[in-house]
Structures are given as C-alpha cells and as structure tokens.
T-cell receptor
Framework: AQSVTQPDIHITVSEGASLELRCNYS??????LFWYVQSPGQGLQLLLK??????LVQGIKGFEAEFKRSQSSFNLRKPSVHWSDAAEYFC????????????FGKGTHLIIQP | NAGVTQTPKFQVLKTGQSMTLQCAQD?????MSWYRQDPGMGLRLIHY???????DQGEVPNGYNVSRSTTEDFPLRLLSAAPSQTSVYFC???????????FGPGTRLTVL
C-alpha cells in the first residue's frame, strides 16, 4: 500500500530565511507526486506536481521540489519565505491513470517568525 | 469556470440526522472524490467515482453513501450522523490520466 510521511509536524522559519519541507513516500510503481498548500479555513491549492522528466520541478509562489527516486523523497523548498507562506503543507502521492485518488501525508504546519 | 463548488460551507447536525453534502465541478473531469480532513490525520479518501454511474469505496467509507448520475455532480450522503463524522469534508475532481486533484472550499460539519 502506498504511504506518505511528512516527518515534521511543525516548522518555524524566520521571514526571509530558506525553507525545506520533507516528504518521503512508499509506492510500488512510478509515482505521481504533489505538494498542496492550505491556508486557515481554506481548501487545498496545488503548489507543484511531478509526473516524469526533470526531477526538479518549479511551482507557484516561488516553490520548487526535487524528486529523488533513490531516497523516495520529494522535498519542497523555497529560497526566501514570506509571512504569507504561513500555512499547512501537504505532500501527496498517486498514480497517473489510476482511480485510487491521492494518498496524503499528515501535513506540516509552517510558522513564519518576523 | 467556477471549478469545484461545495455546499453548504458549515453544517451542524444532531446524532442520527441525515444530510447530503453537495459537490459540483464544471471542468468535465471524469474523476471525482470525497475526502475528510481531521486534525493530525491529513486527508483520507471516503468514496470516489471514475464516471457517471460508477462509484467505489475509499479508505474510510463507513457511514457514507455516494452516487454519480451526471459528470458534474457527486453528492455525499450521511445516512445517520454520528459524532465521529465531525470533520471537514472536501470534494475534489481530476482527469483520470493525471490525478491532479482540484479541491473545493470544503464543508465544516459538526455532529452533536
């Protein structure tokens, strides 16, 4: 069965500092990988996705993520965070062409210090 | 495009009551699904559909029913609400070939 682990429940970063959120997955086939962001009281917004090809993918709001098959990881990065980045971040894995939906990690809550 | 819409935004029920959460999408997506979100649990799949007339169970289907009579609509029914169903419910849709889920704004349900 597929699974996603986000090891950090909370992360606190100073505004302007760099950010890395960790995501490890377990999946039998070639995974489709996603990062979503959820602001308080809101739905989920897609930040970026990896289907195939270049393992470094760019997303919205200045985020990027790198797929490392050997480490079963898909970590999210941003070089300089803004106060508006404070939110809950979810990593998810699924298969293309599959009907099983996405399996989500439990999320990482990002706190931005002024 | 409105994307994925959900109604209501908030709902309070008493134990044993029934209700239907509505979900609609205008992107002609084949795939639609319902998730519930609980603190510290991430999102868990309740039911899904790969097209009109076809539904199947996800990870946590007990206590919920779904139907898919049209491509656009995918309602979720709670037959007899229980306090354990207090949660935030999200509807999502995607093309089957890429699984890129678009989410609705959610329904916050409280069962007393």
């Amino acid at each position: 069965a597929q699974s996603v682990t986000q090891p950090d429940i909370h992360i606190t970063v100073s505004e302007g500092a760099s950010l890395e959120l960790r995501c490890n997955y377990s999946y039998g086939a070639t995974p489709y990988l996603f990062w979503y962001v959820q602001s308080p009281g809101q739905g989920l917004q897609l930040l970026l996705k990896y289907f195939s090809g270049d393992t470094l993918v760019q997303g919205i709001k200045g985020f990027e993520a790198e797929f490392k098959r050997s480490q079963s990881s898909f970590n999210l990065r941003k070089p300089s965070v803004h106060w508006s980045d404070a939110a809950e971040y979810f990593c998810a894995v699924g298969e293309g062409g599959g009907a099983d939906g996405l399996t989500f990690g439990k999320g990482t809550h990002l706190i931005i210090q002024p | 495009n409105a994307g994925v819409t959900q109604t209501p935004k908030f709902q309070v029920l008493k134990t044993g009551q029934s209700m239907t959460l509505q979900c609609a999408q205008d992107m002609n997506h084949e795939y639609m699904s319902w998730y519930r979100q609980d603190p510290g649990m991430g999102l868990r799949l309740i039911h899904y559909s790969v097209g009109a007339g076809i539904t199947d169970q996800g990870e946590v289907p007990n206590g919920y029913n779904v139907s898919r009579s049209t491509t656009e609509d995918f309602p979720l029914r709670l037959l007899s609400a229980a306090p354990s169903q207090t949660s935030v419910y999200f509807c999502a849709s995607s093309y089957i070939h890429n699984n890129e889920q678009f989410f609705g704004p959610g329904t916050r349900l409280t069962v007393l």
